[in-house]
C-alpha cells in the first residue's frame, strides 16, 4: 500500500465518522423536537385543567383604571375567598402563581386593588362581584 492509498483510507475513515456523527446529531434533534412537543402538549393540558378548576369558582371581571378614570379590561378573575378583614382574594383565570386582594370602598362601592403601588402605576378593580359578596349594610 503506498502512502497516498493510505492517506485515503484515513480519510475515507474519517468521513464514515463524519456521516455517523451527523445520523446521530440529527436522530437527537429529531427526539429532541418529538420532547419539545411534548412538553408544549403538557403544558396545555395544564393549563386548560386550571381553567377548568377555575370555572367552577365564583367569578367577576378585573379591569385596570388609568389615572384619567378610563377602565381597560383586565380579564375574568375567580374569587377564592374572603378573609375574616371583608377583602377578597381572587386570581385571573387559569393563572394559578399570582393571587389579588381587593377591598370594598364604602364610598364608591367599588372593590379596589389593596396592594401598594407607587402614584403612577395604575390600580385594579374589580367589576360584576356577586352579591354574595357584598355585605348588606
Not at 377555575?54 to 378573575?77: F, H, S, Y
Request: proline share 3%.
Amino acid at each position: 500500500m503506498t502512502k497516498s492509498n493510505k492517506k485515503d483510507a484515513e480519510v475515507l475513515a474519517a468521513e464514515k465518522a463524519e456521516e455517523e456523527a451527523l445520523i446521530a446529531w440529527k436522530a437527537a434533534e429529531s427526539e429532541a423536537l418529538v420532547a419539545k412537543q411534548n412538553y408544549y402538549a403538557a403544558c396545555r393540558a395544564s393549563q386548560e385543567a386550571r381553567i377548568k378548576v377555575d370555572e367552577t369558582l365564583p367569578q367577576c371581571k378585573m379591569v385596570i383604571v388609568g389615572w384619567m378614570g378610563n377602565e381597560k379590561d383586565d380579564g375574568r378573575a375567580a374569587i377564592l375567598k374572603m378573609t375574616p378583614s371583608g377583602q377578597l382574594v381572587v386570581r385571573r383565570v387559569g393563572n394559578h402563581d399570582e393571587n389579588y386582594r381587593f377591598r370594598l370602598d364604602k364610598y364608591t362601592g367599588s372593590w379596589i386593588q389593596v396592594a401598594r403601588t407607587s402614584s403612577f402605576s395604575d390600580k385594579r378593580k374589580l367589576l360584576d362581584v356577586p352579591a354574595e359578596y357584598t355585605p348588606q349594610s
